[in-house]
């Protein structure tokens, strides 16, 4: 549906001060009347209809939150915004109506046409775009601290996406870090507002489908001898999962579910509603399975007792366990690298190592410097082309000459750009995704399997 222009007008004429009101946002997007203004209508215009966009006035000194809501609400009914600036001899201020109460302002799908402006900078130098409600309050909220240094996303905001435009400007320089900490705050707000688009809790969502139950029982009567065997196992579990997802379909909840991936279908929704599955034993390199059929919906049995509680002591096991690995790990490598530091900006050497980009990433390489004869090249976005599927010389840390410590255009001016000087710091990062890793397995696995071609392997 196209967005009506008098709140197209309402909704591009807002300031960074109204969308930065989590009540005003929930107020326009929802049905919530508690926070939004209330006054009574001028006598003159009791009883009155009015078409959307139409105009009345009102004394201003009766409104509690214009500083921040722009909304009112005539004796509960009906909708108005401010428009205009308050008269200073009559006290009084324009308002345009919107419609009745009861329904949202806007939809977050409602599409409407925005032209390129000052702060607002499309892709390709486009001057107009189609874009929706949702699309654009993202955009406005948590990219309008770059003032258009970050062009304008005209789909659905993913954090993946988005982390290699941002971290790309910030190598460059192109945005500052003040504004990558208002960047961070603006996505923390945002997650105030997920609701309105991907509720977590539908009536729908509180169940799966009643067939699933069948289904189960006449797997489990046909597999009693082998239902242990997690390849036997996970062609039920598909089953049940396949009929889950449908079951759930295009209900408002498959947001929520889709955006959470793998892990909401084939752990929480599989064992809240489904199954609970094969649980590998808690004894050390067994590589054994036991099927436990309940899923939690369907209750607790004598007989599974012992694995869940063993499930359960294997989560909180192994995420000890490793959490300490992983520690011990990070203490290590700080004793290697932690009097490392980068300490000047160039030592001048011409000595450096090949790298066959046939065999590395070039993206991770950006920042790094070729070595042609005498010339030095940085590996820049635009450039890298030039040196992708070739193998070349770079500048590394292995020749760098300076003493005590390494330069930057050795180790990489993104380093100087970032002006990041301690090696330990970038070190850790690695220690600190397998930490992370394990603490992840704590919440739940699932049985995956994979082909393999033995011609691939050996041949």
Same mark, same amino acid.
């Given at each position: ?21 989590? *009540? ?18 001028p006598?003159?215009?009791q009883?009155k !209809?009015?078409? *959307?966009?139409?105009?009345?006035s ?9 500083? #921040?809501?722009y ?10 915004f %401010? ?38 900078v ?12 949702? *699309?654009y309050?993202e955009? &406005? ?6 003032? +258009?240094?970050? @062009? ?11 982390r ?18 208002r960047?961070?705050? &603006? ?8 609701e309105v688009?991907?509720p ?5 969502? #509180? ?8 289904i189960?029982?006449?797997? #489990?009567?046909?597999?009693k001898?082998? %239902? ?10 598909d ?28 752990i ?7 199954? !609970? ?6 004894? @050390?390199?067994? +590589? ?10 369907e209750?607790?049995?004598i ?21 300490a690995?992983?520690g ?8 290697i690298?932690q009097?490392? @530091?980068?300490?000047e900006d ?7 190592i ?8 070039i ?6 410097i ?6 030095? *090249? ?40 970032l002006?990041s ?6 070190s ?6 397998f ?25």
């Amino acid at each position: 549906m196209m967005l009506h222009a008098i709140k197209q007008q309402m909704l591009l004429g807002a300031s960074t001060k109204v969308l930065s009101d989590r *009540i005003w946002l929930l107020e326009t997007l929802t049905n919530i009347s508690t926070y939004t203004n209330e006054v009574k209508y001028p006598e003159e215009f009791q009883g009155k !209809t009015f078409e *959307i966009g139409a105009k009345i006035s009102t004394h201003v000194l009766s409104l509690t939150r214009a500083d #921040l809501s722009y909304l009112v609400r005539m004796d509960a009914s009906d909708l108005f915004f %401010i428009s205009g600036e308050v008269d200073p001899t009559t006290k009084e201020v324009e308002l345009t109506y919107l419609g009745k109460s009861g329904a949202p302002i806007w939809h977050w799908r409602d599409a409407f046409y925005l032209r390129a402006s000052e702060g607002l900078v499309f892709e390709g130098n486009k001057q107009e775009v189609l874009t929706s409600v949702g *699309i654009y309050l993202e955009n &406005r909220i948590v990219l309008g601290v770059f003032n +258009g240094k970050i @062009s304008y996303v005209e789909k659905f905001i993913k954090v993946d996406d988005l982390r290699g435009k941002i971290s790309s400007a910030a190598v460059e320089g192109k945005i500052t870090v003040e504004e990558l900490e208002r960047f961070i705050d &603006r996505m923390f707000f945002l997650n105030h507002m997920t609701e309105v688009c991907a509720p977590t809790m539908t009536a729908r969502s #509180l169940l799966s489908d009643p067939e699933n139950t069948k289904i189960k029982q006449a797997f #489990l009567e046909q597999h009693k001898d082998d %239902i242990n065997d997690p390849l036997v196992a996970k062609q039920l579990e598909d089953e049940l999962k396949k009929k889950d997802k449908a079951w759930i379909g295009d209900d408002a909840s498959a947001r929520f579910f889709n955006a959470l991936g793998g892990k909401s279908w084939d752990i929480h929704r599989k064992k809240m509603f489904l199954t !609970t599955g094969s649980i590998e034993n808690f004894t @050390s390199g067994t +590589g054994s399975y036991v099927f436990v059929p309940n899923s939690l919906m369907e209750g607790w049995t004598i007989e599974d007792f012992p694995m869940r509680c063993n499930e359960i002591r294997k989560g909180s096991y192994g995420r000890g366990t490793e959490t300490a690995k992983g520690g011990a790990e990070t203490k290590w490598l700080m004793r290697i690298f932690q009097d490392l @530091s980068i300490t000047e900006d160039d030592c001048g050497t011409t000595r450096g190592i090949y790298v066959d980009f046939n065999l590395v990433d070039i993206k991770l390489c950006i920042g790094r410097i070729v070595l042609e004869g005498n010339r030095q *090249i940085e590996i820049t976005p635009e450039n890298k082309s030039q040196f992708d599927k070739k193998i070349v010389k770079l500048r590394s840390p292995q020749t760098c000459e300076t003493k005590n410590g390494l330069c930057f255009e050795c180790v990489g001016r993104r380093y100087k750009t970032l002006n990041s000087r301690a090696i330990g710091i970038e070190s850790i990062n690695i220690t600190s995704r397998f930490m992370l890793l394990n603490m992840k397995n704590m919440h739940g696995t699932t049985i995956e399997t994979t082909e393999l071609n033995l011609a691939d392997v050996f041949f």
